[in-house]
């Protein structure tokens, strides 16, 4: 998920100035009501003041005034073009404007070259943003053609780095890094250029020298000060770090990032966090992530959101079903697949996102059965729909795993997601083992051989084996098999790939055996609702309970030992029913109540697994 670069270029605001920068607000310059009797050059030229004095949206109403008054005035064309793709984000209606722009232009001074400067300048913005906004709506053919046009008759400092970038989503590497290069020897815009070429230098895995480039980066835009924007090789630094698991390092990056002005222009180093947090377990510090991007994102109250409200769906869900709120993790993840997402500034691919979607749908769709089946305060009726509803999940979630596995295999390069930690993509690899469990045995041990043969990273080479165990879990040799990976695993860093080590071991053992209650009450301690959601029991003491009582408690979520650090224990008054479950070492309580023992179980099962 590299990000690109957000590059808006004064000469948006540079046109045909023609008023002192510095005057009143007040002055009569500025009023709405004087607008009618100005001709559309006169409004188009006080836009661009406007523009330049950080007020947009003034700017946009005067431009649509010029229009009103001359719809064949290519500069208001060109300039609200601008004003949608960089303040607004509303890439669709840029490019309408750009090409419109365009078209006006040429109609009037015909094709190029031209020989006066003011219309070489006008022409060759014109296709530095409609190159920009073909980037913006993925179509990075049309975005090569028109860089193209444009080097036919113009040279920008800003052309390489685009260039290089375009050409690396097409996928031709190493004529962008050669372009990179080139740009770099020649003076071109260093900012843009060196992150992108240590984008290039990353994915050719040479990672040492990547990062190399990118601290150059970070201290050119460090020192333009308020008008750098530092967030993006921090940004991307981060994800080098994250990739050769100096997990600390990228987490530093990332939290750098977000504190820099433009922290927020873009999601991914919020992102970034929150798959970091989620990978340790910190789910209130991957919340945090997400509360900071939103109430950072506010200070663009124009921006519409095309650029990061899928991701922050994703994101979110994932949260939420990582803590037990299964509802509003569907609820987010159903707006992550829906929501309409650019990536022309960003490594990730549309792919990228379908797969990762798709396979957290599937865990949150499996999670709500897991829900559903252990609800008891059911009526009839209620029992017959909870039936229809998990069967209606399970088949969805069967499908959805199975489109993200042929996304996976047809469409990302033979599973170019395998290698762990791919920059570009979104998936939580420490479950991915879920999606690849229905490619066959041969087929992904002999993908998983080829993978392990060029990747060298030590501990990257404990996913795999995770992999290829749970692609073919079900003896009871692959109980030491999981301890020995779950040994393996890194303190912090590897928590969640420990969890789920942990399910896969649930899923082999006797619920009543010793072992499954050790592994069981581990799993709780590192997530509680990661029992429930995987359809496990929580062992637990119970006290006060009668022979039917315990037998439905033990319809849930729960199982009855005689050794936990947890228990239970029923109160039973005016034909109420309280539970109140606590933990004697953490000093952990909750307590419910119902008008029935069914209610009070499921009230207090609603507690116990979630975060």
């Not at 479950?581 to 952990?588: I, Y």
């Amino acid at each position: 998920m590299r990000k690109g670069f957000l590059f808006i270029l004064s000469f948006l605001f540079m046109t045909g100035l023609a008023f002192a920068t510095d005057g009143d607000l007040d002055n009569p310059f500025f009023g709405i009501e004087q607008d009618n009797n100005k001709s559309a050059q006169e409004l188009v030229d006080e836009a661009s003041i406007l523009f330049k004095d950080e007020r947009p949206l003034d700017a946009r109403s005067k431009l649509l005034k010029a229009l009103e008054k001359d719809p064949a005035n290519y500069e208001a064309q060109m300039l609200l073009g601008g004003y949608y793709l960089f303040h607004v984000g509303h890439y669709r209606l840029s490019i309408k404007y750009i090409k419109q722009s365009k078209k006006l232009f040429e109609q009037r001074y015909g094709q190029p070259p031209y020989s006066d400067e003011k219309l070489k300048n006008d022409h060759a913005r014109i296709l530095y943003l409609l190159s920009e906004s073909r980037l913006n709506l993925d179509n990075y053919q049309g975005a090569l053609d028109t860089l193209d046009e444009y080097s036919k008759y113009y040279y920008g400092l800003w052309y390489p780095g685009s260039r290089a970038w375009v050409l690396m989503k097409l996928g031709r590497l190493d004529e962008a890094i050669r372009i990179a290069r080139l740009g770099i020897l020649t003076g071109a815009e260093p900012g843009r250029t060196l992150n992108i070429l240590g984008i290039l230098l990353s994915m050719k895995g040479e990672r040492q020298n990547s990062l190399k480039v990118f601290n150059e980066a970070i201290s050119y835009e460090l020192a333009l000060g308020s008008t750098g924007q530092p967030a993006t090789p921090l940004n991307n630094s981060g994800e080098v770090y994250r990739e050769i698991f100096l997990e600390d390092k990228a987490e530093g990056s990332w939290l750098k990032a977000v504190s820099m002005p433009d922290g927020c222009e873009h999601v991914l180093p919020s992102l970034n966090l929150v798959i970091l947090f989620n990978e340790q377990l910190r789910f209130e510090r991957a919340k945090w992530a997400m509360d900071n991007f939103e109430s950072c994102i506010v200070q663009f109250p124009l921006r519409n959101g095309e650029e990061h409200r899928a991701f922050v769906h994703l994101a979110r869900g994932r949260i939420a079903l990582h803590t037990g709120h299964i509802d509003k993790a569907l609820e987010h993840l159903e707006e992550a697949m829906e929501r309409q997402q650019w990536f022309g500034k960003i490594g990730t691919d549309v792919e990228d996102l379908q797969v990762a979607s798709h396979i957290s749908m599937a865990q949150a769709l499996r999670a709500k059965n897991e829900e559903l089946r252990t609800k008891l305060d059911l009526s009839p009726l209620e029992r017959v729909a909870s039936i229809k509803q998990r069967v209606y999940n399970a088949l969805r979630a069967w499908w959805l795993m199975r489109r993200a596995t042929q996304i996976l295999t047809d469409q990302l390069n033979n599973i170019e997601d395998l290698y762990v930690r791919n920059t570009d993509s979104m998936i939580e690899y420490f479950s991915f083992g879920e999606a690849l469990k229905s490619i066959p045995s041969s087929i992904l041990e002999q993908r998983i051989d080829a993978e392990e043969s060029s990747d060298q990273r030590k501990n990257a080479k404990l996913y795999y084996e995770a992999y290829l165990i749970e692609n073919d879990l079900g003896s009871k040799e692959d109980i030491q098999k999981l301890d020995k990976l779950i040994n393996a695993t890194r303190e912090k860093a590897d928590e969640a790939l420990k969890l789920h080590l942990l399910l896969l071991k649930l899923s082999l053992l006797e619920t009543k055996s010793d072992t499954y209650r050790k592994t069981a009450l581990l799993a709780y301690e590192l997530a509680p609702a990661s029992i429930r959601n995987k359809g496990f029991k929580l062992p637990i003491i119970l006290h006060n309970f009668s022979s039917s009582e315990e037998s439905k408690i033990q319809g849930g979520n729960f199982t009855a030992v005689k050794n936990s650090p947890y228990d239970i224990e029923l109160h039973r008054s005016s034909g109420k029913f309280t539970l109140k479950f606590s933990a004697n070492t953490k000093g952990v309580h909750y307590e419910a109540a119902g008008d029935s023992i069914e209610s009070a179980i499921d009230a207090l099962s609603e507690k116990v697994f979630t975060e």
